[in-house]
């Protein structure tokens, strides 16, 4: 059976230079002695090694490792520590830091913009699967009920921000600027806005708790499961291009070590696969998953 260790920590980007560690849940897979600690540098552990930590964030990220990558790394000799975190930011750091070996949480333009803007040696590793954002709604029924002067809550970070807004430009509620970088858009960006809904940027982990206030949530679909939404109650789904699907990540020395390869290869497996069908039905996925 696995141990877990929780500390009920949260944090938002604007938050986390000041206030350090975050909260995070690990998961001990198989029998890894509490002892192993997280602070190890990458640099200092055997090349060969046989114990890897993973990080995610809650809900379908993590589950997703939990149920379809670690049984499969067990099956090749690996101890696996899953450390769970409730926002965007720390996952990346603790990969910079040493803390962790790999993470799965980001797409592909968040990971690029935040990697390059930190100026961290991180490498992405294999694509996988993501829940798509949706527009969820508490108070209307479909966006045909939507009032002028609604408001929408959307994730407050830039590349999320700006895939939200796409996705409001595609149910036809705003119209973006002509020649604009699609994944750099803001608020500052729209061309118009007919029905003068009113826009809520908030840290993504509290959008879901948002949805007793506004009258709709764009939420990222990790945290619309993990509170407890279905994608199937969503009022819209995005169709979620490839650039949106999550990677793992790993540091740029690691990506050719043996355990990064196996870890690569748990993503392609028919074992996977048959995990994801089974338990993750609706989330967008590389072609290789299909």
């Known amino acids: 059976m696995s141990l877990r260790f929780l500390s009920a920590q949260r ?21 890894l002695a509490v002892a192993a600690s997280l602070s190890v540098p990458a640099a200092a552990q055997d090349p060969a090694k046989k114990q890897i930590v993973i990080g995610a964030t809650a809900g379908s990220n993590y589950d997703q490792l939990q149920s379809g990558i670690v049984p499969q790394l067990q099956k090749k000799g690996y101890t696996v520590k899953l450390v769970e975190f409730n926002d965007y930011v720390q996952p990346n750091l603790a990969l910079a830091d040493g803390s962790l ?28 699967p993501i829940a798509p954002m949706g527009i969820y709604s508490k108070k209307r029924k479909t966006l045909a009920d939507l009032k002028d002067g609604d408001r929408v809550s959307l994730p407050n970070d830039a ?25 750099r858009i803001s608020e500052l960006d729209l061309a118009s806005n007919p029905r003068k809904i009113k826009l809520l940027p908030l840290d993504a982990a509290h959008l879901p708790r948002s949805l007793d206030d506004a009258e709709f949530a764009i939420i990222n679909g990790n945290f619309a499961i993990s509170s407890g939404l279905k994608l199937t109650e969503a009022v819209v789904l995005e169709k979620t291009p490839d650039h949106y699907l999550n990677i793992v990540a790993v540091k740029t020395r690691d990506k050719d070590t043996q355990w990064a390869k196996d870890l690569a290869a748990a993503y392609r497996t028919p074992e996977y696969k048959a995990v994801l069908d089974a338990k993750f039905a609706g989330y967008a996925k590389p072609a290789f998953l299909r």
């Open 159 to 183: 590349t999320n921000l700006a895939r939200a807004l796409i996705l409001l430009q595609q149910a036809g509620l705003v119209t973006v600027k002509e020649g604009v970088d699609p994944m």
């Open 101 to 128: 070996d790999a993470n799965f949480f980001q797409h592909e333009v968040y990971f690029n913009q935040f990697k390059n803007n930190r100026k961290l040696d991180l490498t992405a590793l294999t694509q996988g």
């Open 11 to 31: 944090s938002t980007e604007s938050s986390a230079a000041a206030s350090g560690a975050l909260g995070r849940r690990a998961l001990t897979v198989a029998a």
